[in-house]
């Protein structure tokens, strides 16, 4: 059976024990598992896929243009974002991800960038996500 395409929250069976936001996406006709700053695919059978996250009711766009977002001059302020993850536009495409922020450091699927490559539209609350699949 095809598992939906998109952000889930999940566990790396391989990982930490800890869930996480993955991205399940098509890669060469084989459906497979990306985390946020990891340029290695897992097989599906590699994660517990806990729930799949719907993003469609959250912010699709921001406050700022996309020359302001290019601006060289452009700058989040440090202290208004905090680590975990984020709704966020990156300056590349104006469409928005998830990413992580960890030390000042943006995390996203494909890569790793800096805080002023986003503009932030919201923070992701976990912590009142399930931390496994029920047990029947």
Request: with cysteine.
């Amino acid at each position: 059976m095809r598992t939906q395409d998109g952000y889930w929250w999940a566990r790396i069976l391989s990982g930490d024990d800890k869930p996480e936001i993955i991205y399940v996406g098509s890669y060469g006709g084989e459906q497979l598992a990306t985390r946020m700053g990891d340029d290695w695919h897992y097989d599906l059978i590699e994660c517990e896929l806990v729930m799949p996250i719907n993003t469609s009711a959250w912010p699709q766009k921001g406050k700022l243009t996309e020359q302001e977002l290019l601006d060289e001059n452009y700058a989040v302020d440090p202290t208004t974002v905090h680590d975990g993850y984020w709704w966020a536009i990156s300056y590349e495409d104006p469409l928005p991800l998830i990413v992580r922020i960890e030390r000042d450091s943006v995390y996203r699927i494909d890569g790793e960038d800096g805080l002023n490559d986003f503009e932030f539209l919201m923070s992701i609350d976990t912590s009142g996500w399930p931390k496994a699949l029920p047990v029947n």
